[in-house]
């Protein structure tokens, strides 16, 4: 079993800053390409930020300048530092990850976390 676990949102003042964790654990071989999603409210869920294992990453043009994405490999662990935040970042944050449970899959899996609800108030 394989299980990512997020961490950090909550309410936040416009101008504000959080950062969200995603940890992956059980039974992980490799954890490829990380990623955060998320979603709002009548809205479809949407890529934010990603990373890959070799830790080259992508934005969403409307997080450029403001979020950074970052991991931890040995701890199979990415983080979010989320700066400048404005209304239109809240939303439900989800964890995704391509992870091998073993060397003998012939691909990986993609996983998501619970998510983490981010409220960023005027």
């Known amino acids: 079993q394989v299980q990512l676990v997020e961490s950090g949102g909550g309410l936040v003042q416009a101008g504000g800053s959080l950062r969200l964790s995603c940890a992956a654990s059980?039974?992980?071989?490799?954890?490829?390409?990380m990623g955060w999603y998320r979603q709002a409210p009548g809205k479809q869920r949407e890529l934010v930020a990603a990373i890959t294992s070799g830790s080259n990453t992508n934005y969403a043009d409307s997080v450029k300048g403001r979020f950074t994405i970052s991991r931890d490999n040995a701890k199979n662990t990415m983080y979010l530092q989320m700066n400048s935040l404005q209304g239109e970042d809240t939303a439900v944050y989800y964890c995704?990850?391509?992870?091998?449970?073993?060397?003998?899959?012939?691909?990986?899996?993609?996983?998501w976390g619970q998510g983490t609800q981010v409220t960023v108030s005027s």
């Open positions: 059980g039974s992980i071989f490799s954890v490829n390409t």
């Open positions: 995704n990850a391509e992870i091998r449970r073993s060397p003998f899959f012939a691909a990986d899996t993609a996983y």
